[in-house]
């Protein structure tokens, strides 16, 4: 009724427009008419006509659907008698056109081809001597040259064309389809059932695009199709019974998995039908390539980047060809459900756009991590902290943590805001909101934002590195990594600090460049300076020459001279300039073991507290007094102990 209204409104507006209201029109008409010209009341029948058609549209639409396929289904069962007849007649068909043309039938015409084709690919055999996967398909591939050279070169009949492009090509995929099979799979068993599989599945495709190209009637053929389905889940279905000795329940389960997805196929629900094919062939062949590839690849560690470039790109590659496929079946499809419903098919199809979107992020961030793991290695699988004075001195090896941390969250945010984008909605006030919720945590989290900027100066300013010794405020140790906000310290006895960046201060770095070790010896007032000095020298010579500690050295041990004279002999002031490492202590200890023995072996005394008594008898006298005095005193002090307990 309202759009009969709307009709009539379109249809009387032009003459209103034209003519004027005739006087003798009943008064309630005419305000009629200038209520259905109101431009409000236009807009809100037509709102109303198009609120109306889309909810029953989904309705109408299931129902169709229903019928069509409950129809679909009924005439394949009921032209399955006139299958023989029908093959029998398109035979015929095809015979006669070739004979018609001055040419054989169709099937020695292919056998011709494929023997010629089989020529070119013995020569091809005959010439190569390898057997890797490359030897094996390169072959096949001439052989599907060679015919099609023949096909395209000739003017073959238009039905006996049709046919032999379609169960040649189909020919070609089987071959190298089995090739690849033979590559991957080494249980013959497992083998033999995919060949036949697939062998199956390539012959009924060739024969559903030759027979509907023929003309074979659509219930014939759709009948056929169901056929060859049947065959496909009976052979589908028998492979986990026979090759996979998991339990009962599991078997069970993947059967009527099959089933289901069957079902769907029959009901011509495109995408459930490849989602389950999904699910079922997708993980176990991207659990056996990246198997092939550890295997022929077998110098390749988990974290080469070749190997994570290979095996997420191919996996990456598969999943993408497998979505891209599902899209297409469902454009192909204009009786999809899926196209009933423009919402429904937007939610779907931003659904596949983000799985690639997936895809690539996993892709990236799998190649960075590889990549900084590779360069994070060797310090961390280093002997002890410093071990590699070069790799723990790069500024890179200090930064890359961080620039880890930030493209995770980079990668993470701009991967859930376009798969967000790419399902429908709409990212710009997330991004607003997002930024309000940012100025409010800077003002309730000022000490995270101190630190978090703090670490920013920190490295910009290059204060310290990976493996650097450094003191701040009540924290030292060898730094051992970063987060965003702190520094985590080893202390040389083994305890870790993590320090907030905020926290630090002013920074002591003791690992920079070099660093002098300095140390003092006291000997007695008669020593023999230039004695002394000679020996220090030979040592620092001898330390030169110490294959483990020789690199350290930036200068040598030596003298520095009498640095003071103390109450019991004169303070020797030894140095040495050393690279900077953690044994720098240890070097000091094994420099002052040496002068030890140096200094014994040639009669140089070290300094030690003595006392020199010199006097009288009476000196003497008084000294005795002074002990019995102390004796007595004690004797007293225990015996009023023992008293008052």
Not at 73 to 94: D, G, H, Q, W, Y
Not at 172 to 178: E, H, Q
Request: aromatic fraction near 8%.
């Amino acid at each position: 009724m309202k759009c009969c209204l709307l009709l009539l409104t379109l249809a009387v507006t032009p003459a209103f427009a034209q003519e004027p209201v005739r006087t003798d029109e009943p008064l309630n008409v005419a305000q009629f008419l200038k209520l259905l010209r109101d431009p409000g009341v236009q807009r809100w029948l037509s709102d109303s006509e198009s609120h109306a058609a889309e909810t029953i549209q989904p309705s109408r639409s299931l129902t169709n659907w229903e019928a069509a396929r409950r129809a679909e289904i009924e005439n394949a069962i009921s032209a399955m008698p006139r299958i023989p007849a029908e093959l029998a007649s398109t035979a015929t068909r095809v015979r006669a056109d070739a004979l018609s043309h001055g040419y054989a039938p169709v099937l020695p015409m292919m056998a011709g081809i494929a023997l010629f084709g089989m020529i070119a690919e013995y020569l091809v055999q005959w010439r190569s001597k390898g057997d890797g996967a490359l030897d094996q398909i390169l072959p096949i591939g001439v052989f599907a040259a060679a015919m099609a050279v023949i096909l395209l070169a000739i003017p073959w009949p238009s039905l006996g064309r049709i046919v032999m492009w379609s169960y040649l090509s189909a020919f070609v995929a089987y071959r190298l389809s089995a090739t690849a099979i033979g590559i991957l799979v080494k249980d013959r068993s497992i083998r033999r059932r995919a060949e036949l599989f697939l062998a199956v599945v390539l012959f009924a495709i060739a024969s559903d695009f030759a027979g509907r190209a023929l003309g074979v009637d659509a219930p014939v053929q759709d009948a056929i199709s169901y056929l060859w389905s049947m065959a496909l889940l009976c052979l589908a279905a028998e492979a986990p019974w026979a090759t996979w000795p998991a339990r009962l329940a599991i078997r069970l389960a993947l059967s009527l998995c099959l089933v289901f997805i069957w079902l769907a196929w029959c009901l011509g629900l495109t995408g459930i039908f490849w989602l389950g094919v999904y699910a079922v062939v997708l993980p176990p062949t991207l659990r056996l390539i990246s198997h092939r590839f550890a295997a022929a690849r077998p110098g390749w560690q988990e974290d080469d980047l070749r190997r994570v470039l290979l095996t997420r790109g191919i996996r990456a590659l598969i999943i993408a060809v497998a979505v891209g496929w599902l899209a297409f079946s469902w454009h192909a499809d204009a009786d999809a459900l899926i196209h009933q419903n423009p919402i429904v098919a937007a939610l779907l199809y931003g659904m596949l756009k983000s799985v690639i979107i997936l895809l690539l992020a996993d892709l990236l961030w799998n190649l960075a991590r590889t990549a900084i793991a590779a360069r994070l290695t060797p310090s961390e699988t280093a002997e002890g902290h410093g071990s590699d004075p070069k790799m723990m001195s790069t500024r890179l090896h200090t930064l890359l943590p961080i620039f880890k941390n930030l493209l995770a969250v980079v990668v993470i945010v701009v991967t859930a805001l376009t798969v967000l984008a790419e399902l429908g909605v709409e990212i710009g006030p997330l991004i607003a909101g997002a930024g309000i919720f940012g100025v409010a945590l800077g003002f309730g989290s000022q000490t995270l934002v101190k630190d978090v900027i703090g670490g920013v100066f920190y490295m910009l300013d290059d204060a310290f590195r990976v493996g650097e010794y450094i003191q701040a405020k009540n924290y030292k140790g060898t730094v051992e990594g970063f987060s965003l906000r702190s520094v985590r310290l080893r202390h040389h006895r083994g305890p870790v600090f993590t320090v907030p960046f905020g926290e630090l201060g002013a920074v002591e770095n003791m690992s920079r460049d070099w660093g002098v070790v300095k140390f003092r010896i006291s000997v007695r007032y008669e020593t023999d300076v230039e004695k002394a000095r000679k020996l220090t020298k030979k040592i620092g010579a001898d330390l030169l020459k110490d294959p483990e500690l020789g690199a350290l050295f930036i200068d040598p041990l030596k003298m520095k001279g009498i640095e003071e004279f103390g109450d019991y002999g004169m303070i020797l002031s030894f140095g040495m300039t050393l690279r900077p490492s953690p044994m720098q202590s240890f070097i000091r200890r094994r420099a002052n073991l040496l002068l030890r023995e140096a200094f014994i072996e040639n009669d140089i005394a070290f300094a030690t507290p003595s006392v020199q008594v010199d006097g009288d008898d009476r000196s003497n006298n008084a000294m005795a007094a002074s002990t019995s005095h102390i004796q007595a005193r004690r004797s007293r002090t225990s015996a009023e102990g023992e008293a008052g307990a």
